[in-house]
């Protein structure tokens, strides 16, 4: 798995893990006032990128039962997902900020943090295709 893989998602699971576990301080920390009422949707948002993290890591191919690597297919496809989730982040911060549903901190962290993991996505695809 390529650098830029590793770290893709190791930073999902690691957003995904803090939004599980502290929702309330993953919340504060992209700028939003943390309500009882939100923090289901916080750690709803934990679980997909938990998930979303898994699963770019699975595609390494280590670790697996039957002991088989997985293919190319397989790894890109887990890309084009991160970078599909990813994409959509960005689009959805700026929306909000828009709104005025977040403030300047959320979208500062939000919209940058979905752009940096988008690419990482896109430089992972990249090197599935030259290896």
Do not use: Q
């Not at 993290?53 to 887990?78: F, I, M, P, Q």
């Amino acid at each position: 798995m390529s650098l830029a893989t590793t770290t893709l998602s190791v930073l999902h699971i690691t957003v995904g893990a803090s939004a599980l576990i502290a929702p309330s301080f993953t919340a504060a920390f992209f700028g939003l006032v943390p309500a009882p009422s939100s923090l289901f949707v916080t750690r709803l948002f934990g679980s997909r990128d938990l998930a979303l993290g898994l699963a770019v890591w699975a595609t390494n191919g280590s670790g697996t039962r039957d002991r088989r690597t997985t293919t190319k297919t397989e790894r890109r496809g887990a890309l084009w997902i991160a970078n599909l989730v990813n994409a959509i982040d960005i689009v959805s911060c700026v929306w909000s900020y828009y709104e005025g549903s977040i403030n300047t901190a959320g979208v500062l962290w939000g919209a940058p943090g979905a752009a940096f993991l988008l690419l990482l996505g896109w430089v992972g695809i990249r090197d599935v295709d030259t290896v």
